[in-house]
């Protein structure tokens, strides 16, 4: 294994152990308030973590935006991530190089930093309305650190086509 290669196995094994406390530490606090007659009244006081906003979307009959989220911002970094130390283990050039263009490929479709740039956009959206505000809790600093941390990983990461094979794919039949 390259130096490269080891590297980027390390940051990967810090970016799940970013990951976890990124998805179950509070992640936000959005508070709405409301002026009434002078006096200000709180209408909601709302902390999530990423899985806990997941069971609330669920809990309140939508399904469909909870199993994106748990898919794309939970399950496959965790598929992105055990793919990688088989990969680098694998002596089969070719199976290597299958399994690395598989994990490239499911990395376009890994939603975890469109989520965090959708929290920051929201953090900053509530800051800028006055009966709204907003306030970034640990678990956003975590999940926002395994976004920079992953993708450092699979920068880092080098794996060549086995010999006959063009950088791109491999045919079915190989």
Not at 50 to 69: E, Q
Not at 124 to 133: C, D, E, F, M
């Amino acid at each position: 294994m390259t130096s490269r290669n080891r590297i980027a196995l390390t940051l990967t094994v810090l970016s799940i152990g970013l990951l976890i406390p990124g998805l179950i530490k509070p992640a936000l606090t959005i508070k709405a308030t409301a002026d009434m007659f002078g006096t200000v009244r709180e209408l909601s006081n709302q902390t999530r973590s990423v899985l806990g906003a997941v069971k609330s979307l669920h809990s309140s009959g939508n399904d469909f935006v909870a199993g994106l989220i748990l898919l794309f911002s939970v399950l496959v970094p965790f598929i992105k991530a055990a793919l990688v130390v088989p990969m680098l283990l694998s002596r089969d050039a070719a199976q290597r190089y299958r399994v690395y263009t598989f994990v490239r490929s499911i990395s376009k479709w890994s939603m975890a930093d469109v989520f965090a740039v959708g929290m920051l956009i929201a953090f900053l959206v509530a800051k800028g309305t006055t009966n709204l505000s907003a306030i970034a809790q640990p678990g956003f600093y975590f999940f926002a650190a395994y976004c920079l941390v992953s993708n450092a990983a699979f920068q880092m990461l080098r794996v060549e086509p086995p010999a006959g094979v063009q950088s791109g794919a491999i045919s079915s039949a190989a």
